[in-house]
């Protein structure tokens, strides 16, 4: 399902529409084609580069629904694309001239107090989930941006800031409902379906239309967060001081196994060109501590320190922090990961600063790109081992995303992403210690303890091949 490039399925015609209706009709469910209202709703998408003009757009209601149209559609070799929250950048949620399912009329979410776990519809974002957990002080690993959908990030692995405490999503996932291409609908979990449950915990974005998520729910030891922006001026010094600050925050001491924010602690160093800095290029280390301010100022010490021009940190109810690195919706935007290990080396982060602040003066219209070295503890994550997610290790992911306006700009801000995902990789064969890299043909072809793959799928590897993204899963199927 979903349509990442040229497909030999057809797209639908006025008959198949009808068929739809009448295969829907006395149900909550709603046919949307182009020249209905609210048509354009169902197509937008976080990057409006990755929206598609569907063929005709369904909302279903019920799983039920979902299955009477997959299976039309599988019967008659329709091309056919799942939106959940719609932040896929390649375009793998939008379908050109097929049939579209946006899951938006599916985002209930409820919380089972007794078994604490949340049930959650295929169509919720984590803003949903937050809010839903929050009311009874609990909450789940969720995505770090509110709007994200449940249904991609989940499905292919998913870390937030409480991984640093209980893994990845897939980690907590203890069930999905899914309707198959035949209309099937069936339950895997652990003991139904466990060879799929295990496929869809990290690669599960093509097996079918996920309509229902149980996470494990976590009941929150304080309610409120520490969170906010270090933000710090381009003085010279300052880029050198920062890098090493954020090793000694998060390296595993080999000592004692822990990093110095012990499973509590996230964040990351970037770049932005906030809107009063006059056009300069700014350093930014987004923190959250799950602990007192107190605790969390004595840990970040070293950070705050170095002397920050702004500082927003404060304590906040947990669902705000999902909220801090919200970058909006519905502009043009390219989001390339790519992996990198501790210690960062200062030159690499300056040339890294210099590359951005190029390009940032060379194109006004993306003003709002971003470039974040992504930080947690990532100890938890390496320790558990459920599912098929090859990319778990003790490295982390660095996040290119340009963000402009214009469709003109379409190539050389994607193209920009993708030289500096080469850049990346590079730093990555040279000084990798082995952990990250055993994507099968990967260029970077070091193996470590788990062959972590250099790939997120999750982070639109829209140039990478399935074998380097999911590695040793894949050599395992070939031999
Ligand atoms: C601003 C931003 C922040 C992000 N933050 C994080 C983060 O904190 N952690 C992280 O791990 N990743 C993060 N990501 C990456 C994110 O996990 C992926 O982009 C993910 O695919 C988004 O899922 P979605 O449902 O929003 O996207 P969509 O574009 O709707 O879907 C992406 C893919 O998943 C499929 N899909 C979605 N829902 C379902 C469903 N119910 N059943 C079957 N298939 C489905 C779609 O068909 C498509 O193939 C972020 C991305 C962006 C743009």
Redesign the pocket.
């Known amino acids: 399902?979903?349509s990442l490039g040229p497909t030999s399925k057809s797209k639908v015609s006025p008959r198949d529409i009808d068929a739809i209706k009448q295969l829907l009709a006395g149900t909550s469910a709603t046919v949307v084609t182009p020249d209905d209202s609210g048509y354009h709703d169902t197509i937008k998408?976080?990057s409006m580069a990755a929206s598609k003009p569907a063929g005709v757009s369904i909302l279903p209601t019920t799983a039920d629904e979902v299955a009477k149209v997959v299976k039309y559609a599988s019967e008659n070799n329709l091309d056919l694309?799942?939106?959940?929250?719609?932040?896929?950048?390649a375009g793998?949620?939008s379908t050109d001239g097929g049939l579209l399912f946006d899951?938006g009329k599916m985002r209930k979410v409820t919380f089972d107090k007794e078994r604490e776990v949340l049930v959650i519809g295929?169509?919720a974002n984590w803003g949903d989930v937050d809010e839903e957990a929050y009311k009874f002080g609990y909450a789940t690993v969720g995505?770090?941006?509110m709007d994200?959908?449940v249904?991609?990030?989940t499905?292919?692995?998913?870390?937030?800031w409480l991984s640093g405490q209980y893994g990845l999503v897939i980690d907590n996932l203890l069930e999905v409902e899914l309707v198959l291409a035949s209309g099937e609908i069936i339950r895997a979990s652990k003991t139904q379906n466990p060879d799929l449950f295990w496929a869809l915990s990290g690669a599960g974005?093509n097996f079918g239309?996920?309509t229902e998520f149980v996470l494990q729910a976590k009941k929150l030891e304080n309610t409120e967060v520490w969170a906010g922006m270090l933000v710090y001026p381009p003085a010279p010094g300052i880029l050198e001081k920062l890098v090493t600050a954020v090793n000694n925050l998060y390296m595993i001491d080999p000592e004692t196994g822990k990093t110095k924010v012990n499973g509590k602690g996230g964040g990351g160093l970037g770049f932005a060109r906030p809107p009063d800095a006059g056009g300069a290029t700014m350093i930014l280390t987004p923190v959250i501590y799950f602990g007192t301010k107190d605790e969390a100022e004595t840990v970040y010490k070293e950070l705050i320190d170095i002397g920050p021009v702004a500082n927003t940190t404060t304590m906040v109810p947990y669902p705000t922090i999902n909220n801090l690195l919200a970058?909006p919706y519905g502009l043009r935007a390219s989001?390339k990961g790519a992996a990198f290990e501790l210690p960062i080396r200062p030159e690499f982060a300056q040339k890294n600063f210099d590359e951005y602040t190029k390009f940032m003066d060379a194109n006004p219209d993306a003003g709002i790109s971003m470039l974040l070295w992504e930080l947690f503890d990532p100890a938890k994550i390496n320790e558990l081992d459920h599912g098929c997610f090859a990319n778990r290790g003790l490295h982390f992911n660095g996040m290119i995303c340009p963000i402009w306006t214009d469709p003109k700009n379409d190539q050389t801000c994607r193209l920009w992403a993708r030289e500096m995902n080469e850049m990346w990789k590079k730093e990555l064969e040279e000084h990798s210690s082995k952990e990250v890299g055993g994507g099968g043909e990967a260029p970077a072809s070091v193996v470590g303890k788990k062959r972590a793959t250099q790939f997120y799928g999750?982070?639109?590897h829209y140039d990478e091949r399935s074998r380097d993204i999911l590695g040793r899963i894949m050599e395992n199927y070939r031999a």
């Open positions: 399902m979903g998408r976080w694309a799942v939106k959940g929250g719609g932040h896929s950048t793998a949620s899951l295929g169509g995505g770090t941006v994200t959908g249904g991609g990030l499905l292919g692995g998913g870390y937030g974005q239309v996920a970058p989001m999750n982070y639109d």
